[in-house]
């Protein structure tokens, strides 16, 4: 790493960080203001308001990261420009690409921990914000229970549970039932259905099991042999339904869990699942989009570079949502509506880097 990569990394990273935090504490001040009402009518001490932006706060970084990295290589980058520094950078021999390195290794590692951050430390943060929500605000009903749950478990089982309790892994007023074609072939009925940690399988207990057909039989039973089913407890919680409370891999385990039990309408869960990896990349592509949009001298300092973070954020969050509403209603490849805008940007980002070596 040269003398000139460690200074221009320097000078980014600081910027990255300044972005970040005045980002953060714009987006903090906006929600309390919006939910101040709230706080005060739910009698939330400070103490609490605190500890509820400590749970928010991991999703606004995630959110806001990329748009830190654009206004932070636009800012950097311009400010030099205007200093004079890359005109002297680009005589002594070094083209635009080259000065661009330092800041996409910043990018690519910040990629790296947003990859992490988004797929598994927001989704539990989310969790503990919801259930602040429920116990201080009254906004969602009590996580950790479900109550009259169907559940479709493969293209010929149907599960009934009449309350599941989370905690202690354990439903309530059980029925199962099974089918060949639109024939009722067997069914159980039972007290509890219960799970168990150590061979990952359910055990129905207290109840009757009965076969349809030429020989129909009817058995009373106090505990089963462990049954095989295509959900896990969490699949059963009312607040394991929210994406945005779904670490990488329970998402990835959640669409299995569906796709094993018939359903093909899985859009909407495959572009979340291929968002959580594509929305990261942000950061690479911004940067790569920014710094060639900066090295051209131009009037208005920090003011037009602030600008023009917004603007690009919004056309490119404008440019996401569309092609993720695509993708919800299955007018777009899953994977193509995930990564659309970041391909979109990076091409552009490529043409621009062309262009400005080419002066």
Known sequence: ???????????????????????????????????????????????????????????????????????????????????????AIKVGGISTTRILVPFMFTAFLITGFQIYFSGWVVPKANKLKAAFEATELGKYTTSGQSANLIRQDSENRMVSIGWFDGSSQRGYTISITDFKGTELIERWDARNLVWSDTTKLWTLENGMHRTFGSSPTLKAFSSTDSLKF??????????????????????????????LAGFTELDKYLVTYYSKISFPFACMVVVLFGVPLSSKKKRGGLAVEFGLALLICFVYLALQKVAQTLGYGGDLNPLTAAWFANVVFFLFGLYMLWAVDRR
């Not at 504490?25 to 400590?54: C, H, P, Q, R, W």
């Not at 995630?62 to 420009?81: D, E, I, K, N, W």
């Not at 009312?238 to 670490?247: G, K, S, V």
């Open 1 to 87: 790493m040269t003398i000139i990569d460690r200074y221009l990394l320097r000078q980014f990273a600081v910027a990255v960080l300044f972005a970040l935090i005045a980002f953060s504490a714009v987006f903090i001040i906006i929600d309390l203001i919006e939910n101040l009402g709230s706080f005060v009518d739910n009698n939330v001490t400070m103490l609490k308001v605190v500890k509820y932006y400590l749970y928010f706060l991991p999703d606004i970084i995630s959110l806001m990261m990329p748009v830190a990295l654009l206004l932070a290589s636009l800012f950097t980058v311009g400010r030099l420009t205007n200093l004079m520094e890359i005109t």
């Open 230 to 259: 295509n959900f896990k407890p969490r699949d059963l919680l009312n607040d394991y339904r929210n994406l945005n409370q779904m670490t990488f891999f329970d998402l990835d385990d959640y669409i299995e869990s569906q796709r």
